[in-house]
């Protein structure tokens, strides 16, 4: 059963209690999830991997669970059609726990997400990319709760440094927040420094350099600029947003084997400055390629966040080796 993702209040988990959500809105499906969530006392977290490498210890897990404890909920990330006839299997045995799936696009003819379409006891929420319109209201709205006086090109400034995820949105709005209980007067530099706004520039070119596999250039780029643990994450999400909107014209070029096509009927458009640079990315890597590397940068986020003091060395040595692979031919 679909149903959209401003209809979740319709959600009772009673009845309804293996939901599906796909789509690339990172943030809102955690939002969402958070909600749900805070009707119960404990969460336990999954990778698909984890659960396809061993999935008669899971289902033995979540089996056993759901008869002799209190309820809760089990989140699956990064789910795909591999984890499909677990899912099932699942579903048959009339559990009363509540399992989260988040996946990330699904196309129509994906069978997980067809499975959940088509069963009314299943709920299936498609999540969209936040717009720039929907990150700014979410900012004003939280700037206005909180009597905190901003410009609207301030507010401008924080949705470009968001890169369409509201969860990215809200780490900034709180760093904005945190500082305005000091008592300081909140100007356009103070906003700038607290947002990292200089750095936005040096943070896209080095994703373009490493997806470019322009190692010399990636590597001037690292000596020129003095990035902070902090910014891992962000460098992290910068390179996860771009490749998987390399992805969908790698795709595309596979099928027309026109680059210029590709790059011209895009959509949302190219802007005329990145069409170069973009040509060569999408020529640098097939679909396949880009698919591991989407799966690789969310594997080195979990072990960043485990790994905080290391983790400039360890994007270091990412972005250089992913710049050092072989292009296609």
């Known amino acids: 059963m679909i149903i959209k993702s401003f209809e ?14 796909y789509g690339r809105n990172d943030g809102l499906k955690r939002q969402l999830t958070d909600k749900l969530n805070s009707n119960f006392d404990n969460i336990e977290i999954y990778e698909e991997k984890e659960i396809l490498d061993n999935s008669n210890n899971f289902l033995e897990n979540i089996l ?5 404890s209190e309820k809760q909920i089990f989140l699956i990330k990064r789910a795909s059609d591999k984890i ?35 069963d009314k006891k299943l709920i299936c929420i498609p999540f969209y990319p936040d717009n720039e319109q929907t990150l700014s209201k979410l900012a004003f709205e939280f700037f206005k709760k909180r009597n905190i006086p901003i410009s609207q090109s301030n507010i401008n400034q924080i949705v470009t440094k968001s890169l369409g995820d509201r969860e990215n949105l809200y780490n900034e709005l709180l760093k904005i927040e945190n500082f305005s209980t000091s008592g300081k007067k909140l100007t356009d530099n103070v906003i700038k420094k607290l947002i990292n706004l200089s750095e936005n520039h040096s943070i896209s070119e080095l994703i373009d350099n490493c997806l470019e596999k322009n190692k010399i250039k990636l590597i001037k780029i690292l000596n020129e600029n003095i990035y902070s643990n902090e910014d891992c994450i962000i460098i992290l999400r910068t390179l996860l947003n771009k490749s998987k909107k390399i992805l969908i014209l790698s795709m595309e070029y596979e099928k027309n084997k026109n680059i210029d096509l590709t790059i011209s009927t895009a959509k949302p458009p190219i802007f005329w400055k990145e069409k170069q640079t973009t040509k060569r990315q999408v020529q640098n890597w097939n679909p ?17 966040k485990k790994n905080f003091n290391n983790s400039l060395n360890l994007i270091t040595d990412f972005l250089l080796a992913q710049s050092a692979s072989k292009t296609n031919n």
């Open 288 to 304: 396949q390629k880009l698919r591991l590397l989407i799966y690789k940068i969310n594997e080195l986020e979990l072990i960043i």
């Open 64 to 68: 056993n669970k759901s008869l002799f």
């Open 8 to 21: 979740t209040s319709k959600i009772n988990t009673s009845k309804n209690n293996i939901i599906l959500m």
């Open 84 to 118: 499909h006839k677990i899912i099932e299997e699942i579903h048959l045995k009339e559990i009363s726990d509540t399992i989260i799936i988040h996946s990330d696009n699904l196309e129509k003819k994906s069978k997980l997400r067809s499975y959940f379409e088509k």
